[in-house]
């Protein structure tokens, strides 16, 4: 019998301060019980060039803030904490597999 609840779960925007708050408590949590291992952040989520000027191409990478694995389904979860009035997010991967945002 599973521990986690990932089937159940789903990721979401994250679009006030409270929430944000309940998530973090939630992921700590976890990883206190045992159910989740906090993982180094290795891909960005989303990389790109800034194209202007034309003759110089810089590129950039935006990365999540925090990861989480769960220890009973291997689910990956990805935090981007909110800077208001920029939303943060959670995403879920499936088994573990990360995609970079194009």
């Known amino acids: 019998m599973k521990r986690c ?4 779960r789903i990721g979401i925007e994250i679009k006030s301060w409270n929430l ?3 998530l973090k408590m ?15 952040v290795e891909a960005p989520y989303f990389q790109g060039y800034n194209l202007e000027p034309e003759e110089v191409k810089e ?3 935006w990365y999540a803030d925090k990861w989480y694995k769960c220890n009973e389904c291997g689910t990956l979860w990805e935090i981007k904490y909110p800077d208001f009035p920029a939303k943060g997010f959670v995403r879920k991967f499936e088994a ?3 995609q970079v945002k194009e």
Do not use: R, T
């Open 5 to 8: 609840d990932c089937d159940e």
């Open 20 to 22: 944000f708050q309940e």
């Open 26 to 40: 939630f992921f700590e949590e976890q990883v206190n019980k045992g159910i989740f291992l906090e993982v180094l």
């Open 59 to 61: 590129e950039y990478k």
């Open 96 to 98: 573990g597999k990360y």
